[in-house]
């Protein structure tokens, strides 16, 4: 699965600047990523206009999303709009 489908839905996408917008409560958020390869990769992504962080843990062998944390502003709003992109997918793990 490549980066651009992992973050594309209603109210997440990636723009051609290879950052990350995430809307929330009508507030564009921008992010910054990083992505750490292995069998559990990490994405982190870094907002550039609020504090807000972001650790999305991803398995590889099943292509299952299994932790993403956040931090900051609007931290509990920004993980359900996460959360439920992947759940529209079909690759969060149930227990999240």
Known sequence: MNLQDLLSCNDIRLNKNDEVLV????????????INFSLITEIILKCKNYK??????????TEKVIAIETQGFKEEKIKKVISECFRE????????
């Open 23 to 34: 809307t929330v409560d009508n507030v564009k958020l921008i992010f910054t990523f990083s």
């Open 89 to 96: 997918k079909g690759i969060l793990y149930k227990q999240i």
């Open 52 to 61: 807000s962080n972001c650790r999305i843990i991803i398995d590889t062998r």
